[in-house]
């Protein structure tokens, strides 16, 4: 069993910048994709950045690149979500996200994702 716990989320300013960082412990094996996906009051849950094993494969969502940097220390078991330049539309509850072992690319859809964090809050006021 693959346990995922986020940190590093809080009360920015628009234009601040926040990192936020997901410790995945249970796993023997750094072979498996990592996501960060969103979710805003009264919206679904959106994807928001994912990385491959390697961190060789980067996927953003549109509204965030440049903005973000998604990245890994498989020697720590850590994926990390660099956040600049921090807009109010990106206030959400922020997941963790892994997918099964062996994945060697990455996804930006929620299915690829076996395992899920409990989130944490970043708030961004205007």
């Known amino acids: 069993q693959v346990q995922l716990v986020e940190s590093g989320g809080g009360l920015v300013q628009a234009g601040g910048s926040v990192r936020l960082s997901c410790l995945a412990s249970?796993?023997?094996?750094?072979?498996?994709?990592m996501a960060w996906f969103r979710q805003a009051p009264g919206k679904e849950r959106e994807f928001v950045a994912a990385?491959?094993?390697?961190?060789?494969?980067?996927y953003y969502r549109d509204s965030t690149k440049g903005r973000f940097t998604i990245s890994r220390d498989n020697a720590k078991n850590t994926v990390y979500l660099q956040m600049n330049s921090l807009k109010p539309e990106d206030t959400a509850i922020y997941y963790c996200?892994?997918?099964?072992?062996?994945?060697?690319?990455?996804?930006?859809?929620?299915?690829?994702?076996?395992?899920w964090g409990q989130g944490t809050q970043v708030t961004v006021s205007s």
């Open positions: 990385v491959s094993w390697n961190g060789g494969l980067t």
């Open positions: 249970g796993r023997t094996s750094s072979a498996y994709a």
């Open positions: 996200a892994a997918s099964r072992p062996s994945y060697y690319s990455a996804s930006r859809f929620e299915r690829e994702y076996d395992y």
